[in-house]
DNA sequence: TTATATCAATCAAACGTTTGTTTAACTTTG
DNA sequence: CAAAGTTAAACAAACGTTTGATTGATATAA
């Protein structure tokens, strides 16, 4: 699938610049003249090593993908870890990822949007589809032990979860200036908001889990 | 405040391609000779009516944001109609609001990613505030009456309400295709989508406004 | 009633920049 | 010395905006 290739110092350089701004400024709104003087290389090296600025972009998202695949598989088999711990290691570890490649979330949004590019449209695609299995097989085994409600919509569930995180990314400087905690610095804030999403996650997903109708 | 201007059939017919070519493409990935080739007509008169394409896309803003402003706040003084039934109320017509003008909300997602234009950013924070402001006053009301929780976090209920449903329209195409329903119109489709919404959102609201935690 | 002035609307063409990409010469590296 | 890395310069195309001429309708004056 997709293989883990090796970037040198000046692709790498390259590589993040871009990253962080196409997040910034859209990909429409980023010259290559942009990246390459911030990532302090010549212009043309941009085409040399990724042979375009839509590869460029494309390369990005290869690379981020393996990021955002939930890695806790192996530990949906724990059977020491009851279906409510096993929910909220998923949403925990969401939230983490999200906030810890920000930028690339918010560039995956506006791609979304923006939906020009085949390719990358194809990326965001499978690994929401696999993230989505692995919510949904969970839930499933929930259902058959008895512990979870029968009528589960999936979709909406994984869309709550996706929807909050990434609207407070992208609100984020909105809702510091309205909780007046402009005093915080953005690595502190961005701790507070992580761990009132999870509490407030959790509760969500309990109650639509748990609860009776 | 925000003067209800009247625009002339060709400036009407501007603004409007400029809404949905800049929602499919982005501001910087549409050019004014996009937008006067699909308006039928000449590139001179975006300049001539608007000034710049910049100031172009804040029209759009200032036109759209009476429509976001949530209109329940009559509503709201109405005695016959309990707590619950006022969150409804916010929510129906949140999700009415943004499916009847989706190719604007998603507008409004990437200008909030690329905040380049202050004019917009202002003008998006502005109606935020308000439309929280107007939750914010219920959900104290329904405290002091003791059909609410205490510990309600108003911005997290507003991210969950506002980001589910952006995210769905986002990603509607993925989840049409995941749940099946690509024989359904879009029309038909986002009918659908309305309603799922509807009660997964007061399904959320009520647990996390009356449940005990 | 003509004739003339006025003004917004409209257009093709041109403006100067900026765009992504390529070239061809040069340097470094193995 | 051959291959890979690096560069400033050049390329055509596209960009947002302006220009100056022309239209057509309305108001004013003879």
Redesign the interface.
Known sequence: MSVNKDYNEKQGQILTTAESLF???????TSVRDIAEKAGVNVAMISYYFGSKEKLMETIFERRTEHIRLRVESLMKDDSIDYIGKVHLIIDEHIEKAFSKFQFY??M??E?????NPVILDI??EV??RN?QVITELIRKGQEAGVFRSDV?V??LF??M???????I??S???RE??GLTHLSEEEYYQHLKQ??SK?LK??FK??LT?E?
Do not use: P, R
């Open positions: 997040s910034e400024k859209g990909f429409d709104g918010k560039l949004v506006c979304q949007v923006i939906n020009k965001i695609k929401k589809k989505m919509d979709i909406l869309s709550t996706y929807g909050t995180v990434s609207h407070m992208i609100g400087d909105l809702y309205i909780s009132l999403l407030h509760q969500i109650a639509i609860h109708a």
